[in-house]
């Protein structure tokens, strides 16, 4: 009673006073010391722009609808959905309103890729030395976890710090948290404070993206190591010492971890279904790729390879990032593209003469999956069944790959006939017509065959069998 007493006879002027103090006396401690950590990259807002769209900007924000990518019935031609890079392999994308067509593939796709060190066989002998092996979903499914973003140096910001900045910086971040105790706590606050209460707390990993020069890779510590992927084993950067030890332990690997960056002087030249030199005036190229530059998809043939799946609890939908593609199509009959062999892509005119001069690519041949589909690319979990089963049963059309299934297609850019650097280079939007130019068989060379010519039309459309 007491209490209560004196509480009646408070001077609320007084404390408000004091709370006001507070507030001003704690303002530049927390701008010191920020409750939330501050990150590396968040200085990079302050000079540069993240390429690419966010979040429920995605033009595959529809991609569901039973509707909406079907062809159309006043015969236009399909067009040009979404595009996708995929900066580090294995890894999340970022999704593009436009790219540039380099004889690589989309700029920015597939430089650099994880790799696991793989000791030697114990039947091995004694001079066999351990082995780097590109890592991907199938191996490690919790890459599909590891974000990635890419920051371009924008010339409208200028940081009174920072002054202008002209480097390009790739920035990674996975779910984790350094130290232990109290430390992890605050960060599961902060992680939750500043991106929802479903938000885990991420540690960060910032790279130039650009091939770093030959005094910075002495100045780092970098090595120069081979690296095998599928049969190739290109000699590539090995970055290793920028990683946290906290990755190889969240992605649950036993062996050491390495990041690759592949050199732009040491790219791998694409053969097998590709056109030759003597057709393209160059021999396609390709940095960490599975085997051709870029990868096209069409959602009409995804969501009918939706039907024919076992559909449960952990899987009801395909997400076209499942396939992980550059070019996602809309508007075509579905599996129509298995036999395109010649494709343009042209932006229709804007009404004032003005139009993105049309694209031309070699359709070189059916993309034959693996299992690697079967990883949520959300969520980072494997499926133990589908989407493979669907495709094996539904999708073995193809004589060049029996007991496999396909869906997308391979492609090559074609350049201008010069052959000129500042001809070697495209650009493709959103929104762009897609031309079927020529149609024919494909018959799918694996690494190691020779070309062969198809025996008989192998094409099975609508995904019968």
């Known amino acids: 009673m007491t209490w209560l007493a004196g509480a009646a006879h408070l001077d609320w002027g007084s404390v408000f006073l004091v709370a006001l103090t507070l507030v001003v006396f704690f303002i530049p401690v927390l701008i010191l010391f920020p409750p939330i950590p501050v990150e590396r990259s968040d200085a990079l807002r302050q ?15 529809t991609q569901y609808s039973p509707s909406a990518h079907r062809p159309r ?12 890079v995929y900066p580090v392999k294995s890894c999340r994308g970022v999704e593009l309103s436009h790219a540039k067509v380099l004889p690589t593939g989309l700029e920015n796709d597939r430089l650099f890729a994880f790799a696991q060190l793989k ?21 490690a499914p919790l890459l599909a976890n590891v974000k990635v973003d890419i920051w371009l140096p924008d010339p409208s910001k200028t940081s009174r710090q920072l002054g202008k900045m002209e480097e390009a910086f790739l ?17 599961l606050l902060a992680a939750k404070l500043s991106r929802g209460l479903s938000a885990v707390p991420e540690m960060e990993l910032m790279l130039p993206l650009d091939f770093p020069s030959s005094d910075d890779i002495t100045a780092r510590g970098y090595k120069y190591e081979a690296v095998k992927i599928w049969k190739d084993t290109p000699c590539a950067l090995n970055m290793e010492r920028e990683l946290p030890p906290e990755l190889a332990r969240y992605l649950g690997l036993k062996h050491p971890l390495g990041l690759f960056r592949m050199d732009p002087a040491n790219q791998r030249q694409v053969f097998r279904c590709a ?26 043939s995804i969501r009918d390879l939706e039907t024919k799946i076992q559909k449960d609890q952990a899987i009801q939908h395909l997400d076209a990032r499942r396939f992980r593609g550059n070019i996602i199509i809309s508007g075509a009959e579905a599996y129509d593209e298995d036999d395109w062999k010649s494709v343009q892509f042209t932006q229709p005119a804007d009404g004032r003469g003005n139009e993105t001069p049309p694209s031309v690519f070699d359709v070189s041949c059916r993309t034959v999956r693996c299992k690697l589909p079967n990883v949520d690319p959300a969520t980072g979990i494997r499926h133990r069944l589908e989407p493979d089963h669907a495709l094996r049963k539904h999708r073995e059309i193809d004589s060049g790959a029996p007991k496999a299934g396909c869906l997308g297609m391979q492609l090559c850019p074609v350049f201008h006939p010069s052959g000129a650097p500042e001809h070697l280079q495209t650009v493709l939007e959103v929104g762009m017509q897609v031309h079927v130019l020529q149609r024919g068989a494909h018959y799918y060379v694996g690494q190691g065959q020779q070309q062969k010519e198809p025996q008989v039309p192998d094409k099975k459309h609508n995904g019968a069998t």
């Open 47 to 61: 000079t540069h722009t993240k390429l690419g769209l966010r979040g429920p900007d995605s033009n595959l924000a």
């Open 171 to 187: 920035v990674l971040r996975f779910p984790g948290a350094a130290g232990s105790g109290p430390r992890r706590l605050v960060q």
């Open 119 to 139: 000791p030697r066989p114990l039947a091995a002998e004694t001079d066999h030395e351990p082995t780097w092996e590109v890592l991907t979903l199938r191996q």
């Open 275 to 300: 056109p030759h030199k003597d057709a393209l005036g160059y021999q396609p190229v390709i940095d960490f790729h599975d085997a051709y530059p870029l990868h096209m998809l069409s959602l009409t």
């Open 73 to 84: 019935p006043d015969a236009r031609p399909p067009t040009i959905q979404s595009l996708h």
